[in-house]
């Protein structure tokens, strides 16, 4: 029982989606609806005129039928071409709306939230899972309505002669459209949604092996990996396997039902006949009649099939969309300060990443910032630096103390208004496979050619720029491969200039680079922070002297603060850290 109420539950917000389209679903399942009649009509009333011209003398009496079948043919293509464009156009813009949907509520989430998702796995659920979602309305919901539809056309029909072939049509109607559907669903419990599961993982696996596939093809791993996706793919063949013997078994099941229908039919007709109930030239136009109502049944039993894979997907999905996110706007928040000149304050600030967790990254962290001010956090890996940039950006917020700016606690602004405040530019900026000005204007859309070039300048990477042949349009590559890494940082650099925010926030932006590209960048860097308040999180103690104050981070606290000088002077871990950076401490 428990396991049926998610579903059921899956099954009511899936079909929420469709509200908006109410109106063209409705046109399409009775233009669904008009080319199955058409066909019933065309189907028994040919069969009427292959009789009545047996018996009839004159051909002009079976002129009506003639054009009712005419009619019919011509009806059927139409109403045909119509649901299928309809019904497409429907199922297209449904897809994009739960798009939409999902990405407006996944975007909130990052990064607190999806962190713990594989991107192979969260890109299975974007990607596959809302591409199966097609399937819901193309597959489930209009056949089932169609089919509906048919059935009392049919047995209405039927009844005009004798109710006891209407109910016969209805048992077998019912029989192939239900029973059938059912019996495959139970035969295939649980497969759908181990399909989607095993699907998620290949593509994840997939994902992850092209990521790294030079260390993989370094470390000989390649042929390990590959084994592992083979025995996955093997696993996906065996369950589709299970579910095409049940598909066969479903649609011989079918044929069978279709013709014991068509006899029964006539069994029950052909006495009526003779006792004159009936007029014998209608014993065609009935088969035929049920005959042709089979073809709105038929797609049930893959409505059915599609039915699991479409609530597995679904459960994939609100099980993102339902999810929290760890930060949110305030109801009612306040506006943000009209001055470019920002203080930043830490007031004794605790943070965890797992909330109930008791391994604390951040404790009772207090500093300032002040307007226009220059502060340097330094330390061992994994000492809580960048932590504090994330917390200034409220990707988390802190479970003790604030966090205020320019007086205020960040929490008390939308997230939007507070997170226009500042450039970020970290040691593993993102850049999009797109153009160096596509880049650029992520920061400024209507950013002009003169400021792009300005801020080019002003990172010392115009020069570049203008000695590539397509300039402003060269590609930079998926993750800005293309360029050097003194070059990405640039860029990056130039798109915070291009943002121009008062608020900056650099996180070892100067790592994993030589020295002479390192002094070249730092120079940048110094026009980048002039009139800014700046937080610079960095490993490599260089050009120190130049902040206002240092502080120094070990095991979530402050140990250290001070101008490099005094710093140097105490003796302490900065100084430690300062000397084996510069090779003075003897070697053991």
């Not at 049509?169 to 059938?180: D, K, P, R, V």
């Not at 993982?201 to 790294?212: D, K, P, Y």
Request: hydrophobic share 50%; with cysteine; proline share 4%.
């Amino acid at each position: 029982m428990t396991t049926k109420r998610p579903s059921m539950r899956t099954a009511w917000r899936l079909l929420a989606f469709l509200r908006p389209f109410t109106p063209q679903i409705i046109v399409t399942v009775l233009l669904g609806g008009v080319m199955v009649a058409a066909n019933m009509l065309l189907l028994s009333m040919a069969s009427y005129l292959i009789a009545g011209a047996a018996i009839v003398t004159m051909i002009v009496l079976l002129s009506i039928p003639i054009t009712i079948v005419r009619l019919m043919g011509l009806v059927r293509a139409a109403a045909r071409y119509g649901e299928r464009l309809l019904s497409h156009n429907v199922t297209f813009r449904l897809l994009a709306h739960i798009r939409v949907t999902v990405y407006r509520r996944l975007a909130p989430l990052a990064p607190a939230r999806l962190f713990q998702l594989r991107s192979g796995d969260l890109l299975a659920r974007l990607v596959s899972d809302v591409d199966e979602l097609q399937n819901l309305y193309l597959r489930v919901v209009a056949p089932v309505l169609v089919a509906a539809l048919v059935t009392v056309i049919t047995c209405w029909l039927l009844a005009i002669f004798n109710t006891v072939l209407a109910l016969a049509a209805l048992f077998f109607l019912l029989i192939t459209g239900l029973g059938l559907p059912l019996l495959a669903l139970r035969l295939t419990r649980g497969l759908g949604r181990e399909q989607l599961a095993l699907r998620g993982r290949v593509n994840m696996h997939i994902v992850e092996s092209l990521q790294g596939m030079s260390d993989l093809l370094a470390y000989g791993q390649a042929a390990r990996r590959r084994a592992q996706l083979a025995s996955w793919e093997q696993r996906l063949d065996r369950l589709q396997r299970r579910l095409a013997l049940a598909g066969g078994l479903q649609e011989g099941l079918q044929e069978l039902l279709t013709g014991l229908a068509v006899w029964s039919i006539l069994l029950l007709a052909i006495p009526l006949a003779a006792t004159r109930q009936i007029n014998s030239i209608y014993l065609g136009f009935l088969a035929m009649l049920v005959l042709a109502a089979f073809e709105a049944i038929t797609p049930l039993a893959q409505s059915f099939g599609q039915l699991g894979h479409s609530l597995a997907a679904g459960e994939r999905l609100f099980s993102i969309i339902d999810t929290a996110p760890a930060v949110s706007d305030p109801e009612q928040p306040a506006p943000i300060p009209a001055t470019r000149s920002l203080a930043l304050t830490f007031e004794d600030v605790t943070f965890r990443y797992e909330e109930e967790g008791r391994q604390v990254t951040l404790a009772n962290i207090s500093f300032h910032v002040p307007a226009g001010g220059r502060v340097a956090i330094v330390g061992p890996s994994g000492a809580g630096k960048s932590t504090l940039l994330r917390l200034v950006m409220r990707f988390w917020d802190p479970q003790e103390g604030h966090i205020l700016l320019a007086g205020q606690d960040i929490r008390s602004f939308a997230l939007a208004d507070l997170r226009s405040l500042m450039g970020v530019v970290t040691q593993d900026t993102y850049l999009f496979n797109d153009t160096i000005r596509g880049n650029l204007r992520l920061a400024a859309p209507s950013a002009t050619e003169g400021q792009l070039w300005r801020v080019l300048e002003l990172a010392q990477l115009d020069d570049f720029v203008r000695q590539l042949p397509a300039g402003l349009d060269t590609w930079v590559g998926e993750q800005g491969l293309k360029l050097s890494g003194g070059e990405r940082q640039r860029l990056a650099i130039a798109r915070a200039l291009l943002k121009d925010a008062p608020l900056l926030l650099l996180d070892e932006v100067t790592a994993n680079l030589d020295r002479l590209t390192e002094q070249a960048l730092f120079e940048a860097l110094d026009r980048l922070m002039q009139g800014r308040t700046t937080l610079l999180v960095t490993h490599r103690l260089l050009h120190m002297e130049q902040m206002d104050e240092i502080l120094v981070v070990d095991g979530g606290r402050i140990v250290e603060r001070g101008r490099h000088e005094q710093l140097l002077a105490q003796g302490g871990l900065y100084r430690r850290l300062w000397e084996v950076q510069n090779a003075l401490l003897p070697v053991a």
